[in-house]
């Protein structure tokens, strides 16, 4: 790894002169929570003062810009008994900032489904091959977010540029050649002595802020065990089967295909829309008969999934520990809380 430092300034001038002709995405501020916290969205900008990256985390995750919540697959014509198909991916250039280690874990993760598996998705991996991605380190971990304790507050790949804020300079990690060439824009300077100290001193601070933890070692044998434990019961009884969790969450990826025929019959149209395990159909079949009636059911296998199911494929959770999903829900129902009760339970 290429390490860097560029005066701020300069991370500016990158984005007003030499991106200016790229969809540029970052953390914006789009309201004001009721405890006059500012609430932020990943969003195109023009200008870079439009954004802040000093912000705590995004309501919602970049995901969208990966896996948008809905996408056409591929379209149909049909003419004399025969037919053709179109099928688009998005090739355009963008350049997304702002990402915390928690967000590039969670794309590395995606990556692992989506553009590594035994079969890659071409729209993502077009997505996500046109992305240049500029994450940043937190200054001191959110208020609930748990991402140390899923090994997520540290990122190592999966980014082009990486900063982390040491004053009136970034300290840069270098995570790809174009990730250099960008930087070669605008001049980085080697690291000095002075600039190695006040990034080792700010991270070995962040690393001992962290408030909010789990225990996820032996999580998959917990989880097994508690397969039948009133815990589940108890945390579905509160659920409102909304999605909310899901839709938030930036590794949540399942999702459902259906075909859409024009009342001409002459058109049809694959259509690709996320979902949500805790949805009342979502393990619906044919004959309406459903394999997870119940919400507990519904939410116990979320989990699963987060901390079992991702764990025995790719050897780690799915989970970054962001608490998106904690934050979005109208039930109050959080991963901390639920695997705490999980555990007190052995
Ligand atoms: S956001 Fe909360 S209430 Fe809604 S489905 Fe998820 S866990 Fe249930
Ligand atoms: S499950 Fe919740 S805490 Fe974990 S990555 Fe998804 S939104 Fe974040």
């Keep these: 790894m290429i390490f860097k430092t560029i005066v701020k300034e300069d991370l500016k ?25 500012a609430v932020y969205q990943f969003l195109p900008f023009e200008s870079f003062d439009e954004i802040n990256l ?8 970049a995901k969208t810009y990966f896996l948008p919540f809905r996408e056409t697959l591929s379209t149909f014509n049909f003419k004399n008994g025969d037919w053709d198909q179109e099928i688009k991916y998005r ?27 035994l079969f890659p998705s071409p729209y993502y991996r077009s997505r996500r091959e046109n992305t240049f991605v500029i994450g940043i380190d937190c200054d001191k971990p959110c208020t609930d977010g748990f991402c140390a304790s899923v090994g997520a507050d ?34 980085p300077t080697d690291i000095s002595p002075e600039e190695r100290k006040s990034y080792r001193k700010k991270t070995k601070e962040f690393l001992a802020g962290f408030k909010n933890t789990i225990r996820v070692e032996n999580l998959p044998n917990t989880l097994d065990i508690e397969f039948e434990s009133p815990v589940w ?4 009884d509160k659920c409102l089967s909304c999605g909310s969790c899901a839709m938030v969450c930036p ?21 690709k829309q996320l979902y949500s395990c805790n949805l009342l159909d979502f393990a619906m079949v044919a004959g309406a008969h459903n394999f997870r009636p119940a919400r507990e059911t519904r939410l116990k296998y979320r989990y699963y999934h987060q901390h079992r199911g991702f764990v025995e494929s790719f050897g780690e959770p799915k989970c970054v520990g962001c608490n998106r999903c904690g934050r979005a829900c109208l039930a109050n129902i959080n991963p901390v809380d639920v ?3 999980l555990q007190m339970e052995l």
């Excluded at 000093?54 to 995750?61: F, Q, R």
């Excluded at 900032?97 to 598996?117: E, Q, R, S």
């Excluded at 019961?233 to 579905?236: C, F």
């Design 233 to 236: 019961k108890k945390w579905g």
């Design 154 to 187: 540290v990122v190592t790949h999966g980014f082009d540029l990486f900063l982390r804020d040491i004053g009136d300079k970034y300290f840069v990690k270098v995570g790809s050649d174009r990730g250099l060439n960008v930087l070669n824009k605008i001049s």
């Design 54 to 61: 000093n912000h705590e985390k995004t309501e919602y995750s």
């Design 91 to 117: 090739k355009q250039q963008r350049v997304l900032v702002g990402l915390h280690p928690c967000d590039i874990n969670a794309l590395v993760k995606l990556d692992k489904v989506f553009a590594k598996d």
């Design 339 to 341: 695997i705490s009760d």
């Design 251 to 271: 590794t949540c990826y399942c999702y459902g295909v259906s075909e859409q025929i024009s009342m001409d019959f002459k058109k049809s149209e694959k259509v």
């Design 13 to 37: 001038k990158l984005f007003n002169v030499h991106l200016k002709d790229v969809e540029c995405v970052g953390p914006k501020q789009v309201a004001t929570s009721n405890d006059g916290k």
